[in-house]
């Protein structure tokens, strides 16, 4: 009875609460456009905007820590400069002048360097400097067709507003005019202002050819630099994320996992990047040395993976690493036995393998065969009872947690991960997703029973989403229910984010046989291919079963394969940032735009170094439309934001009637 009666004011308190709001919104409506003429005016704006054409989109995924390939693409704004260069200065640039001004613009400071050095008389450079003005300006504009000019006064530096809007908007049919406009130009130069105004010109050429951005998850792992990717991403103007396998390590360990902390210490580990835990984000590793040096010796199976472009370490610095990495890969294993064994409904039991070693830690028996152990490291483990953690290895992994959750920068980075990301994303009709959609070979959701409910197809990732929030709001808790789903997200068998039956991690270390690396994948990465299977998903996910598309990041496209599928509603776009997969894909990677003409995929080069960029010009290999034929142009009025618009032109309306 007490509950019902609690329930009945929770609910009366609640419908009161969206009623006042409604109303307050009225109110506020009243206040703003207090009369009839200022009501109809709002009410033109709005459908005006409604007319313009969509503003582009560009989709990313798989930046792992790659920050100067990822502020390359920024830069290059998914290659809609390249895109904009070409549609506006063709026939009267050649290509190799197109790329030129291209790179200006991604890269003005660093291009203005070089340019002016090649100049030898002031005429010649201020000629150049004309004619690049006159080139930027008319760029501006054509990027600009598509945003009020309110919106383009706020991309413009503030100082250089009200020269720029002169030279846009001027009218230069007069000979009055065009001495102005001379003026005006003469003087930038004569002031020393023209580097600075070329500057300012270019960043929002950048600012203004994507117009919002999604990241489709694993910015983190592998690469040297993700908490720049995360300061750069928190200071862009308009972006969601979706996240990923690898992003999920970090957000679990924040939320307090020992067992997250522990598999992304590993991994930094083995790709050398243990300095983004200590340097970047403050977290100590001493004790976790300490403890590596105490058990391990140098073994081959755990040198670091190098990155042939960054400086060798010194071999007392490669033994350090080569040791905590023995020492954490094996805290993870011991602390997966334990989750394993409390969670049987995570049906993970295969992955128990420190009790299927033999006695003498020489030989394995996996699934019926016996395997001999390579750089076996099992110093800790106790043949009777292998995942008991060694004293000082349960207080470095406490300690170890505990730095995780505490560490400010860490927090930031993962607040923000959680304010901007989501497990899944419909926008704009499209769903984003950064891994698969878990299902059976027929194509049935397959899902995780807990407690008696199956959670499958959109329900599993609510589901999901919804612990993860819980748990992320809760960092004091290291094994409840909760916290041992983020772990199941990096590796679940049913984790949309991972994708494959099992992780087998262990085997890559010990075991020899490439058979016993095998990670079967979901059927989904068969069924993907097929367009019924796809619109399935779409509305699943309350998407655009006709228009939509399904964009995936997590899997490298592989060379000579296509990352267009299901009659073009399948689109996947690894960025291939990571450069340990340049072998496998052959080119830097894709991603993907989202105009008013419909969606085109961009194919990257591989990215080098900023500075080999910079200097050979060297960018985008192609791009192009993932649906051939011709559609009608896109407007703003088709898009959620047009949604918006229209029931705020619908009030307007009501309040007009009133
Ligand atoms: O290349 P590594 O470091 O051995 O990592 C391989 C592991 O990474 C994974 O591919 C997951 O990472 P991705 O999300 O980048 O694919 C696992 O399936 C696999 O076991
Ligand atoms: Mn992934």
């Known amino acids: 009875m007490t509950v019902f009666k609690k329930i009945g004011i929770i609910k009366i308190s609640y419908f009161k609460r969206v009623i006042v709001t409604q109303e307050l919104t009225k109110e506020l409506l009243k206040e703003k456009f207090p009369t009839r003429e200022a009501i109809t005016t709002e009410i033109i704006n709005l459908k005006a905007i409604l007319n313009l054409p969509k503003s582009t989109e560009a989709f990313m995924s798989d930046i792992h820590g790659e920050y100067a390939a990822f502020d390359h693409v920024l830069r290059n704004a998914s290659g809609n400069i390249k895109l904009k260069i070409k549609a506006l200065f063709n026939g009267r640039l050649n290509a190799k002048s197109q790329q030129e001004l291209a790179f200006l613009v991604y890269y003005p400071t660093q291009r203005l360097q070089i340019i002016k050095a090649g100049f030898q008389h002031s005429e010649d450079l201020q000629q150049w400097y004309l004619d690049t003005f006159a080139q930027l300006l008319e760029l501006l504009k054509y990027c600009a067709t598509k945003y009020t000019r309110s919106k383009l006064r706020k991309a413009l530096a503030p100082e250089f507003v009200y020269i720029t809007e002169e030279l846009l908007y001027g009218d230069f049919d007069t000979l009055d005019k065009q001495n102005y406009y001379a003026q005006i130009t003469a003087d930038i130069i004569k002031l020393g202002s023209a580097d600075k105004f070329i500057i300012s010109l270019c960043h929002t050429i950048q600012r203004l050819v994507v117009d919002h951005l999604h990241v489709v998850g694993d910015i983190y792992d592998r690469g040297p630099h993700p908490d ?6 928190m200071n862009y103007h308009s972006v969601d994320l979706q996240w990923g396998n690898h992003d999920i390590l970090w957000l679990g360990a924040v939320s307090g996992s020992p067992l997250c902390v522990a598999s992304l210490l590993r991994i930094c580990a083995r790709y050398n990047n243990l300095s983004i835990v200590e340097d970047a ?12 040096d105490k058990y391990y010796h140098d073994n081959p199976g755990f040198a670091p993976k190098l990155n042939p472009q960054e400086a060798r370490p010194s071999a007392s610095e490669l033994s350090q690493i080569n040791k905590i990495h023995q020492a ?5 294993f011991k602390l997966e036995g334990h989750l394993i064994e409390r969670r049987p409904e995570f049906k993970m039991q295969s992955r128990q393998l420190l009790d299927k070693l ?3 830690q020489t030989h394995i028996l996996l699934k019926g065969k016996t395997y001999p152990i390579i750089n076996g490291c099992f110093q800790t483990v106790d043949p009777k009872n292998p995942y008991q953690l060694l004293p000082d290895e349960q207080e470095v992994i406490t300690q170890l947690t505990q730095a995780f959750v505490h560490s400010e920068k860490l927090r930031k980075h993962m607040d923000f991960f959680m304010q901007k990301g989501s497990m899944y994303l419909v926008y704009n009709g499209n769903l984003l997703v950064h891994g698969c959609i878990p ?16 959670y499958a197809g959109k329900e599993l990732f609510d589901f999901l989403e919804d612990n993860l929030r819980r748990c992320y709001a809760n960092s004091r808790q290291s094994t409840d229910l909760a916290t041992d789903l983020l772990w199941y997200l990096w590796s679940g068998p049913v984790s949309p984010l991972f994708g494959k039956q099992e992780m087998t991690t262990f085997e890559r270390y010990f075991i020899a046989d ?11 990465y068969q069924l993907r291919h097929q367009e019924p299977f ?8 309350g998407a655009d079963a006709d228009c939509g598309h399904l964009i995936n990041g997590h899997t ?17 776009i690894d960025g291939g940032f990571s450069t340990a997969y340049h072998k496998t894909t052959g080119i830097g990677g894709y991603t993907l735009l989202y105009n008013s003409h419909g969606l085109q995929l961009v194919t990257h080069q591989p990215f080098t170094t900023r500075e080999q960029a910079i200097e050979q010009l060297s960018d985008i290999v192609s791009t192009k439309r993932v649906v051939e034929q011709e559609l009608a142009r896109k407007t703003v009025s088709e898009t959620d934001i047009g949604k918006k618009l229209k029931q705020q032109i619908q009030q307007l309306e009501e309040l007009l009637a009133e």
């Open 228 to 233: 720049k990717i995360m300061d750069r991403l």
């Open 281 to 292: 984000y403050g977290i100590n590793l001493r004790h976790l040395s300490l403890l590596a």
């Open 328 to 332: 954490i890969a094996i805290i993870q």
């Open 358 to 360: 033999d006695p003498q």
């Open 439 to 454: 299902v059976d070979e027929k194509g049935d959701f397959e899902g995780l029973t807990l407690n008696h409910h199956l």
């Open 514 to 524: 490439p058979q016993t690396h095998y990670e079967k994948p979901n059927s989904y």
């Open 534 to 541: 796809i619109v399935k998903v779409l509305r699943e996910f």
């Open 556 to 572: 490298p496209v592989k060379k000579g394969h296509s990352p267009i599928m299901a009659n073009g509603k399948m689109i996947v």
